[in-house]
């Protein structure tokens, strides 16, 4: 009898939810409330989530310290994380050289999801100037002209066709280049070029930097935990300035540079009596190719045909915001909702590119007869059906998505339950955008900005970016670390499902700005702007590090990013990309804090070198903290000290009055 129960075990699929298994509240898992509610259907129905694998699944501890080597078959090695010195592995490496190479291998795989995906948008450009893919076109001649100057091309008296040519042929480099600096290289600011340059870290091409630290971290090869971290963080800058930078801009070339939008996020963007599909993933072109299906006479026709209002589009997760923030598509939710959000029975197609998609997704669609379907041949799911995307016939796969998700709403028998929850925002606030915003139209400039941060009305910038993780509740560290910030009159700037997080907690509304400081919320109600700027998808980090340069340029506040008041968080990170962005931000000189966990063992060399080593040589540094009020303050004490080191911290004892002042005065 109990050899049965084993074998019906086995054979049970894996997303049905196991009752033995220990159950946590949803309210306790995410302040979504449409995912709570979700959560709950879910349970009711007997679908298993990650919620309930994360509750199920201790976190393996040596795994979490980076103290386990399996780089060769002479271990798995596993050392002491309460005493790290005590042993060493097989071959001798220590506990320093284990680490730095796992980390390494973490912003390499990081770093090889963001240039990939850049390669892919700049293989597309190409063959768009070549004339050979004719769907897409040039759409942002400015924005083409501004990229191109911004690497010395010649633009003046020359064709729209000829400037493309030349800047497909130079950001090629950010990838192949063997030798010599990468093209973005030259955006960077000269000081903090310097640093790069006499600390050896510059990148040539993505791949060749890649490759290196993978042969570097291989067994036996590089054992020097200072000498690994030089080649991590030159594999994170080609991310950063190479990889994530040109897929940021030859998306902006060619779909456009987005401007502020009005769009709403959350669940209750899904229609009940209209066909839904959720576009999830990273590659705008089938995002962008989809909505041109969606919108097709003919296509629309054939829902009405089968009883539905019509075709409601939505995006998830990163290729999500890039179509939020250009087209103003609404979005359906973050990481941590894309199981969730298929628990409505309302998607009639869900399309996923690359990045960030649970293959645990198969099953639930299937639990609710959703159509799942992988169009990326870099990205196939078991139990999910493939309608590969090809560039050059780009509607053949988008039509059929649309076809199929036609004739699931015709034959929709899942319950449906669409959460009522819809919340609206400002969202598409581009760096060219933010300078216009500031300087006006033909003064556009960051001089405004510094100024605001100069007399003390905004006390720093922050970027707090990044995933959603089931082992801290959903959206909880993000708003509440956000709202710490906005109060103690911190602009802060957001990508990716972070961004998506706090446009559900409302605050990327320009009314948001009563939970500013009094400094921010004049700005804000100045230039009419939400205390919180959404940039865009994860790739879009690229756009606070443009951001940055054009700060330091403005002038007033130092001559390097490592110089400015400005901090980094990826509060409920969980990807090796979001390792990868953060060791580019500390390489650009950004004091980075994250939480959930860090991968590494306390006192030990290479973290101390992360933690301080990195700062004393004139980059920025990493910190960790779970508390996002912790987090909070570790990040404005940094601000301030580099207020204190610029000089400017009087002229905000001076300008700022605190809310308590205030009350004073007024009594
Ligand atoms: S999608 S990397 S969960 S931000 Fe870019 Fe969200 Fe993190 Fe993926």
Same mark, same amino acid.
């Given at each position: 009898?109990?050899?049965?129960?084993?074998?019906?075990?086995? =054979?049970?699929?894996?997303?049905?939810?196991?009752?033995?298994?220990?159950?946590?509240?949803?309210?306790?898992?995410?302040?979504?409330?449409?995912?709570?509610?979700? !959560?709950?259907?879910?349970?009711?129905?007997?679908?298993?989530?990650?919620?309930?694998?994360?509750?199920?699944?201790?976190?393996?501890?040596?795994?979490?310290?980076?103290?386990?080597?399996?780089?060769?078959?002479?271990?798995? &090695?596993?050392?002491?994380?309460?005493? #790290? %010195?005590? =042993?060493?592995?097989?071959?001798?490496?220590?506990?320093?050289?284990?680490?730095?190479?796992?980390?390494?291998?973490?912003?390499?795989?990081?770093?090889?999801?963001?240039?990939?995906?850049?390669?892919?948008?700049?293989?597309?450009?190409?063959?768009?100037?070549?004339?050979?893919?004719?769907?897409? =076109?040039?759409?942002?001649?400015?924005?083409?002209?501004?990229?191109?100057?911004?690497?010395?091309?010649?633009?003046?008296?020359?064709?729209?066709?000829?400037?493309?040519?030349?800047?497909?042929?130079?950001?090629?480099?950010?990838?192949?280049?063997?030798?010599?600096?990468?093209?973005?290289?030259?955006?960077?600011?000269?000081?903090?070029?310097?640093?790069?340059?006499?600390?050896?870290?510059?990148?040539?091409?993505?791949?060749?930097?890649?490759?290196?630290?993978?042969?570097?971290?291989?067994?036996?090869?590089?054992?020097?935990?200072?000498?690994?971290?030089?080649?991590?963080?030159?594999?994170?800058?080609?991310?950063?300035?190479?990889?994530?930078?040109?897929?940021?801009?030859?998306?902006?070339? !060619?779909?456009?540079?987005?401007?502020?939008?009005?769009?709403?996020?959350?669940?209750?963007?899904?229609?009940?009596?209209?066909?839904? /599909?959720?576009?999830?993933?990273?590659?705008?072109?089938?995002?962008?190719?989809?909505?041109?299906? *969606?919108?097709?006479?003919?296509?629309?026709?054939?829902?009405?045909? *089968?009883?539905?209002?019509?075709?409601?589009?939505?995006?998830? &997760?990163?290729?999500?915001?890039?179509?939020?923030?250009?087209?103003?598509?609404?979005?359906?939710?973050? +990481?941590?909702?894309?199981?969730?959000?298929?628990?409505?029975?309302?998607?009639?197609?869900?399309?996923?590119?690359?990045?960030?998609?649970?293959?645990? !997704?198969?099953?639930?669609?299937?639990?609710?007869?959703?159509?799942?379907?992988?169009?990326? #041949?870099?990205?196939?799911?078991?139990?999910?059906?493939?309608?590969?995307?090809?560039?050059?016939? #780009?509607?053949?796969?988008?039509?059929?998505?649309?076809?199929?998700?036609?004739?699931? %709403?015709?034959?929709?028998?899942?319950?449906?339950?669409?959460?009522?929850?819809?919340?609206?925002? /400002?969202?598409?606030?581009?760096?060219?955008?933010?300078?216009?915003? !500031?300087?006006?139209?033909?003064?556009?400039?960051?001089?405004?900005?510094?100024?605001?941060?100069?007399?003390?009305?905004?006390?720093?910038?922050?970027?707090?970016?990044?995933?959603?993780? #089931?082992?801290?509740?959903?959206?909880?560290?993000? *708003?509440?670390?956000?709202?710490?910030?906005? =109060?103690?009159?911190?602009?802060?700037?957001?990508?990716?499902?972070?961004?998506?997080?706090?446009?559900?907690?409302?605050?990327?509304?320009?009314?948001?700005?009563?939970?500013?400081?009094?400094?921010?919320?004049?700005? &804000?109600?100045?230039?009419?702007?939400?205390?919180?700027?959404?940039?865009?998808?994860?790739?879009?980090?690229?756009? /606070?590090?443009?951001?940055?340069?054009?700060?330091?340029?403005?002038?007033?506040?130092?001559?390097?990013?490592?110089?400015?008041?400005?901090?980094?968080?990826?509060?409920?990170?969980?990807?090796?990309?979001?390792?990868?962005?953060?060791?580019?931000?500390?390489?650009?000189?950004?004091?980075?804090?994250?939480?959930?966990?860090?991968?590494?063992?306390?006192?030990?060399? +290479?973290?101390?070198?992360?933690?301080?080593?990195?700062?004393?040589?004139?980059?920025?540094?990493?910190?960790?903290?779970?508390?996002?009020?912790?987090?909070?303050?570790?990040?404005?004490?940094?601000?301030?000290?580099?207020?204190?080191?610029?000089?400017?911290?009087?002229?905000?004892?001076?300008?700022?009055?605190?809310?308590?002042?205030?009350?004073?005065?007024?009594?």
């Amino acid at each position: 009898m109990a050899e049965d129960k084993k074998v019906e075990k086995k =054979k049970a699929p894996v997303t049905k939810l196991d009752k033995a298994k220990k159950e946590v509240d949803p309210k306790d898992l995410t302040i979504c409330s449409a995912t709570e509610q979700m !959560l709950r259907k879910a349970r009711r129905d007997g679908v298993e989530t990650a919620y309930d694998r994360a509750a199920d699944m201790k976190a393996c501890p040596i795994g979490a310290d980076s103290a386990c080597c399996k780089h060769c078959s002479m271990g798995p &090695c596993r050392l002491n994380a309460k005493d #790290p %010195y005590s =042993k060493v592995g097989i071959c001798g490496a220590t506990i320093d050289t284990i680490q730095a190479r796992n980390f390494g291998r973490m912003v390499a795989a990081g770093g090889a999801a963001h240039t990939d995906h850049g390669m892919s948008m700049l293989d597309l450009f190409r063959e768009v100037v070549k004339g050979d893919i004719k769907e897409y =076109k040039i759409k942002d001649t400015v924005k083409l002209e501004q990229v191109a100057q911004s690497i010395g091309i010649e633009t003046e008296d020359r064709s729209v066709g000829e400037i493309a040519k030349d800047l497909y042929q130079e950001l090629e480099r950010t990838y192949t280049q063997v030798e010599g600096e990468i093209p973005f290289a030259k955006r960077v600011p000269e000081k903090t070029l310097e640093t790069w340059r006499k600390q050896g870290i510059v990148p040539r091409g993505a791949m060749r930097e890649i490759m290196e630290l993978m042969h570097r971290s291989h067994m036996g090869v590089d054992q020097d935990y200072k000498n690994i971290t030089k080649q991590l963080s030159r594999t994170a800058l080609s991310d950063g300035w190479g990889g994530s930078m040109v897929a940021t801009e030859i998306s902006d070339i !060619l779909f456009g540079t987005p401007t502020p939008v009005q769009a709403d996020v959350n669940m209750g963007c899904l229609k009940e009596d209209m066909v839904n /599909i959720i576009v999830h993933g990273h590659e705008p072109n089938l995002f962008e190719t989809m909505l041109v299906s *969606v919108n097709d006479p003919a296509m629309v026709e054939a829902a009405k045909e *089968v009883g539905a209002k019509g075709i409601n589009l939505c995006g998830m &997760c990163c290729s999500g915001a890039e179509m939020l923030s250009r087209h103003g598509i609404p979005h359906a939710g973050n +990481f941590m909702s894309t199981e969730a959000v298929l628990v409505t029975g309302a998607v009639d197609a869900m399309a996923v590119d690359v990045q960030c998609i649970k293959q645990a !997704l198969a099953p639930v669609a299937k639990c609710y007869g959703s159509y799942l379907f992988t169009t990326n #041949p870099r990205c196939r799911i078991e139990g999910a059906q493939h309608i590969e995307f090809v560039e050059d016939e #780009p509607r053949k796969c988008t039509d059929e998505v649309v076809v199929k998700a036609i004739a699931r %709403y015709k034959n929709r028998n899942a319950q449906v339950e669409i959460p009522n929850i819809r919340n609206a925002g /400002i969202h598409g606030f581009s760096h060219e955008y933010i300078e216009y915003m !500031l300087g006006g139209t033909f003064r556009g400039s960051y001089w405004p900005l510094n100024d605001n941060i100069i007399n003390g009305r905004i006390r720093g910038v922050a970027g707090v970016v990044g995933c959603t993780n #089931p082992r801290v509740k959903q959206d909880w560290v993000h *708003v509440e670390l956000v709202k710490e910030l906005i =109060k103690n009159d911190v602009l802060v700037l957001q990508t990716g499902c972070s961004q998506i997080a706090l446009a559900k907690a409302g605050l990327l509304t320009p009314d948001a700005a009563y939970m500013a400081g009094s400094g921010l919320q004049e700005v &804000c109600e100045t230039v009419g702007m939400p205390p919180v700027l959404g940039l865009g998808s994860c790739v879009d980090n690229s756009r /606070i590090l443009i951001a940055a340069s054009a700060v330091v340029k403005a002038g007033g506040l130092g001559e390097s990013i490592a110089d400015l008041p400005v901090a980094g968080a990826a509060p409920e990170w969980m990807s090796e990309k979001a390792i990868s962005i953060g060791q580019y931000f500390v390489a650009s000189g950004v004091y980075t804090i994250f939480g959930v966990t860090f991968p590494l063992t306390e006192q030990t060399k +290479f973290k101390e070198y992360l933690f301080q080593g990195l700062e004393d040589e004139n980059l920025g540094k990493w910190d960790f903290a779970v508390d996002p009020y912790e987090m909070a303050q570790k990040m404005i004490a940094h601000i301030d000290k580099k207020r204190s080191q610029l000089g400017i911290d009087k002229a905000r004892e001076r300008v700022l009055m605190s809310m308590d002042d205030r009350r004073t005065m007024e009594e």
